[in-house]
């Protein structure tokens, strides 16, 4: 049976800045509550004509090249977005396939909000592992902006706009494997963070559906905390589960949404500071895509290093969670 390997990263960040300042003009908040109470300091906006499908094929082909392949090798992509190009179809990941000149691989979304990331690093590990595909190309992209209602405080000084992406294939190594993904959700919370309007669900004329019910809405406070108790359980199970001890990860990178979120979850597993990857306060959190921008971000500052364990945890809309154990193993 073959393993899946986590091979390389991209990321592409739009490069329009938000600030808590400018917020501040467009809504009654300030920096000082945004500092406080997230930890975010700034956001990058996409264009008005950039859509979530160009981030994620920019972010897809730095990942392409920093892996050594070519398109045609490609026999599977998939996108995890809550903020694709198109309501129903074509799904965003076929666009980004397109982009790249990728033929004849299997495409599809999936939508499990700010857990989008560790549910498809799932599937590309158990269609690798299962021989049925042999190299995956996983995105998390997100124009929440798009889907963010500027008038409201309690959202929108929290999301920002944002893709990253990377490669797994199959590897016969053992050491390279990927070691564990843990993904879950309860419905039962499906009204603490939805865009209500435009689905099958939606009860309101087609005028409302054009306005507020189209935007993110979120009982942030009950949503804090369920994360906080759920995440630090699941994090200690996947660790337990595979017999590793907190101090034995080399990076943890959670789901930057909420400074306080991460502390409280990495002070439960006693993480030390220099081993949590922290982006929320220049990106806020970008959903999908904030765990491989995170992942990104530490490659890029040269603090990656192959064969290091990287412990991904998220939380987000569903609800939905996960946490994965993932050495990095790019090509020789
Ligand atoms: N500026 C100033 N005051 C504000 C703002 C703002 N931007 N937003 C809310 N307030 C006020 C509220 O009105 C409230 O005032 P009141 O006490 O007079 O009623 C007060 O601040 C406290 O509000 P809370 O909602 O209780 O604030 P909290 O400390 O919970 O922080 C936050 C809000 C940041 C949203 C937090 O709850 C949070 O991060 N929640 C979790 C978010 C999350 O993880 N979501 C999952 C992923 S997202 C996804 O899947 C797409």
Not at 180 to 206: E, F, I, K, R
Request: net charge negative; glycine share 8%; proline share 3%.
């Amino acid at each position: 049976m073959p393993y899946a390997a986590f091979r390389s990263i991209g990321a592409y960040v739009p490069p329009n800045v938000l600030t808590n300042e400018d917020l501040t003009k467009m809504v009654d908040t300030s920096d000082e509550w945004i500092t406080k109470r997230t930890g975010i300091k700034e956001r990058h906006i996409a264009a008005k004509d950039e859509k979530t499908s160009d981030m994620g094929t920019k972010a897809a082909r730095k990942a392409l090249d920093r892996a050594g392949m070519q398109p045609e090798d490609i026999d599977m992509v998939v996108c995890a977005t809550i903020s694709p190009d198109y309501f129903c179809m074509p799904a965003t990941a076929t666009i980004i396939s397109a982009n790249l000149g990728i033929k004849n691989a299997t495409a599809f979304d999936i939508s499990a909000a700010c857990t989008g990331f560790i549910y498809v690093l799932s599937i590309a590990k158990a269609f690798v592992e299962s021989g049925m595909k042999k190299n995956v190309l996983i995105i998390g992209a997100e124009k929440l902006s798009a889907i963010t209602n500027y008038q409201d405080r309690g959202t929108c000084i929290l999301f920002g706009d944002g893709a990253g992406a990377a490669v797994i294939t199959a590897t016969q190594k053992r050491e390279e494997a990927i070691l564990d993904v843990h993904t879950a959700s309860d419905g039962s919370y499906a009204d603490l963070l939805m865009t209500p309007n435009g689905g099958s669900g939606s009860v309101h004329d087609a005028l409302d559906r054009e306005t507020a019910g189209c935007y993110m809405q979120m009982k942030g406070n009950e949503t804090f905390k369920v994360a906080v108790r759920t995440l630090t359980q699941d994090v200690r199970d996947i660790l337990e589960a595979n017999g590793i001890k907190s101090d034995e990860i080399d990076h943890f990178i959670p789901h930057q949404a909420n400074y306080r979120i991460i502390k409280a979850v990495g002070d439960a597993l006693k993480m030390r500071d220099d081993q949590v990857v922290l982006t929320v306060a220049k990106y806020g959190n970008t959903s999908g895509a904030s765990i491989p921008m995170a992942i990104n971000d530490l490659y890029e500052s040269g603090n990656l290093k192959k064969g290091e364990m990287m412990l991904l945890d998220a939380f987000g809309g569903g609800l939905t969670w996960g946490s994965a154990l993932v050495p990095f193993a790019p090509f020789e």
